[in-house]
């Protein structure tokens, strides 16, 4: 059988059910049996219909499948039923009965395949009360080709009846049930959580080929969260996920859909942990804003041999942002047209207030990568100037951020980086040197630190044994001094400079990545200017740090730990809480965050070690008043006391987790938690100019 196209495509999608009760119908004369559908092109996901090609005003006949292709017949009864699944907003795949995918072929004919490809996908716009069906890819329109259906011309058209008996694709359910309660109070507040630090996007960072998965496919949910040959076991991506997130690159199975035996897992860091569907889901248990940074690594993409992208960091930021967009398309596209999805980005806090009110998901658009403008430095040497500053800027605001990560994992043109510790930091130094021609370097300190865990040489040589790491002729490594140790780099007249003119555009600065040094005179610059537009979102600030962010007025939130020991020698997110809780300036502290750097390279809560004693109950009520059951992907069953936070969706359980564990002080964190969305649209309110 002559298949459709399995090359990537460019927009990606999954549609659900719309009843086409929905639907604008329009009686068709002579057609008593059947009701002409004639909804908007960009509202007819989940739709199951006939179809008549006309040719002008003339009916060429009804589509019936036939052999490996498509015939039409004068009888509107023995027509072919297809279900039209959006794969973007007036983009759809025809199913027929047995689900198989119309495509275009290279010969002219439109044949029946067996999968989703780009051939597979036809663009749809209004013709009266009929519609133009054109291929994606090719732009031919469907019509009569060699009295078969087929490449026609352009006076083709197609009419849609109403009918029965389509194919049902797979999808995946929320597992969420009830009405919720408002996303605003009577006073107009916002009442739900916030997660200020995700990477959803980063299925197209790296050069787009690091990681496997995708957080929504054209052809669905099979295409994307397939396995992927490039991570098997001991393959390139099976070795790089062992190294990073501690999994076995020896049985990496790969299976992906239906049945998921190897990912995603709360440590399989290089497969796709945000699926659009666990956002649902997360977002009717009561999220109110997700904060989705654009990720970038030049030296991490260097390193993998595959990519579709530019690793220049600028480039991987701009695939990323039309990635993000793409995808509130996409939902739209479910939800019955363009702006009616749950999915919507804000470029301004009114924008999050009215997504809020309409019980959405505010999705606000943020940047985290080391070389901003390309303002990497070479041995001290600033590789950009302020004009590239105010360039890259107006770029970032047109892309519709408003933040930014000033300093990422590489000292830079701005300032010094946090450092990583162990073996992890030997591995991130080794990069720092790649990107700019030295080690990190460190002095004693007291006070607030960038690493109380002494980077020595044995962590080197550790790392070294990993192979040749193509270091400059002559490279010494560095030794550093034990106990707390400072990055020695501080903020520099760039970076001065670039926080001046985020500060005059309202920008959210964010705090974490900087080395004490460089933070402390952010910190410095904000409070001469009474700017409270600074976070630290994700537990890599210093606490001392982390009490002038209070005090200035700024966000808090902590990384998504799991709420009690997890076994891993991490801290919890309640301990973290209480800490914060407790500082000098705690009491600032109105709303409150969690971190979970989903798709960031960082892992995801494990269960809880005293799980199985205090488990997680399923169902469970959710803080904002709806019904939660376990989620389902295909065959697999997540359940948070065993997975931990294996997948996006878990966050609803994760959250309800964090409540019940939290004792006797239940009351006071779901409040926090609930206000947290209003805490942060506060603090932005508050540092525009």
């Known amino acids: 059988m002559i298949t459709a196209s399995r090359r990537r495509p460019v927009a990606l999608g999954l549609a659900v059910v719309v009843s086409v009760a929905a639907l604008a119908v ?26 008549e090609i006309y040719n002008g005003s003339r009916s060429l006949g009804h589509v019936v499948r036939d052999g490996s292709g498509y015939r ?14 959006a794969t973007q907003l007036s ?29 597979a996908d036809f663009t749809v716009t209004a013709s009266g009360d009929r519609y133009r069906f054109a ?64 990477h959803v996007t980063a299925g197209a960072a790296f050069g787009g080929r690091l990681r496997c998965g995708e957080a929504w496919a054209s052809g669905g949910v099979e295409v994307a969260l ?3 040959a490039s991570h098997a076991s001991l393959s390139l991506g099976a070795l790089l996920e062992a190294i990073i997130g501690g999994t076995d690159p020896v049985n990496s199975r790969e299976d992906g859909w239906p049945t998921f035996g190897d990912w995603p897992q709360h440590n399989s860091l290089l497969h796709e942990q945000a699926y659009f569907r666990g956002i649902e889901r997360s977002w009717r248990a009561g999220q109110r804003v997700l904060n989705a940074l654009l990720v970038a690594n030049r030296v991490i993409c260097d390193l993998y041999p595959s990519r579709d992208t530019s690793c220049d960091e600028m480039d991987q930021l701009r695939v990323q942002a039309r990635y993000l967009y793409s995808m509130q398309d996409y939902v739209d596209a479910q939800s019955g047209g363009r702006g009616l999805g749950w999915f919507r980005v804000a470029t301004t806090p009114a924008q999050v207030r009215a997504i809020a009110a309409q019980g959405k998901l505010a999705v606000v658009v943020g940047v985290e990568n080391s070389e901003l403008f390309g303002c990497r430095e070479i041995r001290d040497v600033p590789q950009c100037t302020r004009a590239d500053i105010d360039a890259g800027l107006t770029e970032l605001r047109a892309m519709g951020v408003s933040g930014l990560y000033p300093v990422h994992k590489f000292d830079n043109a701005f300032g010094g980086t946090r450092f990583d510790s162990g073996v992890t930091g030997a ?34 040589a550790e790392l070294l044994k990993l192979g040749p790491l193509n270091l400059p002729a002559g490279t010494l490594l560095p030794v550093y001094p034990s106990g707390k140790i400072c990055n020695t780099r501080g903020l ?58 209070l005090a200035l007025g700024g966000f808090v939130a902590s990384y998504a730990y799991a709420a009690h020991d997890a076994g891993n020698d991490l801290p919890d997110f309640l301990a973290e809480w209480r800490a914060n809780r407790a500082l000098p300036h705690g009491g600032a502290i109105t709303g409150y965050g969690f971190g979970s750097d989903v798709n960031g390279l960082g892992p995801q809560a494990p269960p809880r070690v005293n799980a199985g004693a205090s488990p997680l109950a399923y169902p469970f009520t959710a803080p904002n008043g709806t019904t939660v059951s376990r989620q389902v992907f295909g065959t697999r069953t997540f359940d948070l006391n065993l997975d931990g936070v294996a997948q996006y969706g878990l966050y609803a359980d994760w959250t309800a987790d964090l409540i019940q564990q939290a004792g006797g002080e239940g009351a006071a964190l ?20």
């Open 427 to 460: 591995a991130i130094n080794v990069a720092n040197l790649l990107s700019t021609g030295h080690w990190w370097t460190a002095t004693s300190c007291t006070g607030p630190s960038d690493n109380e865990q002494p980077l020595v040489s044995d962590d080197f």
């Open 26 to 51: 329009a009686a068709v004369p002579g057609a008593s049996a059947a009701t002409r559908i004639t909804a908007a092109a960009d509202a007819l996901d989940g739709v199951c219909a006939t179809l």
């Open 72 to 85: 039409f017949t004068s009888a509107a009864s023995s027509a072919t039923p297809f279900r039209l699944e």
């Open 91 to 119: 983009r759809y795949e025809l199913l027929d009965p047995t689900g198989a995918p119309a495509y275009q072929s290279v010969v002219g004919f439109i044949l029946a395949g067996d999968r989703y490809g780009d051939r």
């Open 492 to 549: 520099t007249s760039l970076g001065r400079y670039l926080v001046e003119q985020a500060m005059a555009r309202g920008m959210i600065i964010h705090i974490d990545h900087m080395g004490v040094k460089t933070a402390q005179a952010v910190l410095d610059m904000a409070e001469a200017a009474g700017y409270p537009g600074v976070t630290s979102v994700h537990t890599w600030s210093d606490r001392a740090i982390v009490d002038r962010i």
């Open 135 to 198: 291929a994606t890819a090719t732009g031919q329109v469907m019509g009569s080709f060699l009295w078969r259906l087929g490449a026609g011309g352009s006076a083709d058209t197609v009419a849609l009846a109403a009918s029965a008996g389509c194919h049902t694709p797979p999808d995946i359910a929320t597992g969420v049930s009830g009405a919720a309660a408002p996303g605003v109070d009577s006073s107009g507040k916002i009442v739900g959580t916030i997660d200020a630090h995700a």
């Open 670 to 689: 779901r409040a926090d938690l609930m206000n947290g969305a209003e805490a942060y649209t506060v603090m932005w309110e508050r540092a525009l100019p």
């Open 226 to 228: 397939a396995g992927c």
